[in-house]
Antibody
Framework: EVQLLESGGGLVQPGGSLRLSCAAS????????MNWVRQAPGKGLEWVST????????YYADSVKGRFTISRDNSKNTVFLQMNSLRAEDSAVYYCAKLLSTLPGYDYWGQGTLVTVSS | QSVLTQPPSVSAAPGQKVIISCSGSNSNIGNNYVSWYQQLPGTAPKLLIYDNNKRPSGIPDRFSGSKSGTSATLGITGLQTGDEADYYC???????????FGGGTKLTVL
């Protein structure tokens, strides 16, 4: 059974940093691109970042480029999202998602972790 | 304002059919695959359709997807009260080098 378990969310002040983690199980992790998608309260889905499976190519939304860094540790089946210079508009539930084939066909999602940026 | 345009809401009676549209441009829908998601309140999105018209295992054939030019549609037949949810389309935008999602459509089963 595929499972994605996010952690690391919480309350942070504007300008602060957080590191999200997503522990994966139930599939060959290194074979699949992994993604972060966020959803602000009461709003729609917003893609944040993608990292490919084997060669680690990364892609970012313009709204987070230069502030967020996605990475993965295939030996630990974990994907990370380092978030720096956080802003109020980054407040959202952050979902980790596994890519099935072509973007954005995400077949498995985690339960989400809430990030709140507020003073 | 989303680059992909969906109607904010649609409604239909139980047992009926509904179609949800998603309109884009040549840089996104016109030249890339479209996916569709269902999101029930308080839960993570669920993949219904990928690669325009493919269903993941476990998704009933009441759900169907199609694409023509720069628009895509999600069809749901035999509506059930459990289908009440928010539905999102998504695709890659070649010009933006970004994944785009539509603004979402709230389905009400009357």
């Amino acid at each position: 059974e595929v499972q994605l378990l996010e952690s690391g969310g919480g309350l942070v002040q504007p300008g602060g940093s957080l590191r999200l983690s997503c522990a994966a199980s139930g599939f060959t992790f290194s074979n699949y691109a992994m993604n972060w998608v966020r959803q602000a309260p009461g709003k729609g889905l917003e893609w944040v970042s993608t990292i490919s499976g084997s060669d680690g190519r990364t892609y970012y939304a313009d709204s987070v480029k230069g502030r967020f860094t996605i990475s993965r540790d295939n030996s630990k089946n974990t994907v990370f999202l380092q978030m720096n210079s956080l802003r109020a508009e980054d407040s959202a539930v952050y979902y980790c998602a596994k890519l099935l084939s072509t973007l954005p066909g995400y077949d498995y999602w985690g339960q989400g972790t809430l990030v709140t940026v507020s003073s | 304002q989303s680059v992909l345009t969906q109607p904010p809401s649609v409604s239909a009676a139980p047992g009926q059919k509904v179609i949800i549209s998603c309109s884009g441009s040549n840089s996104n829908i016109g030249n890339n695959y479209v996916s569709w998601y269902q999101q029930l309140p308080g839960t993570a999105p669920k993949l219904l359709i990928y690669d325009n018209n493919k269903r993941p295992s476990g998704i009933p054939d009441r759900f169907s997807g199609s694409k023509s030019g720069t628009s895509a549609t999600l069809g749901i037949t035999g509506l059930q009260t459990g289908d009440e949810a928010d539905y999102y389309c998504g695709t890659w935008d070649t010009s933006l080098s970004a994944v785009l999602f539509g603004g979402g459509t709230k389905l009400t089963v009357l």
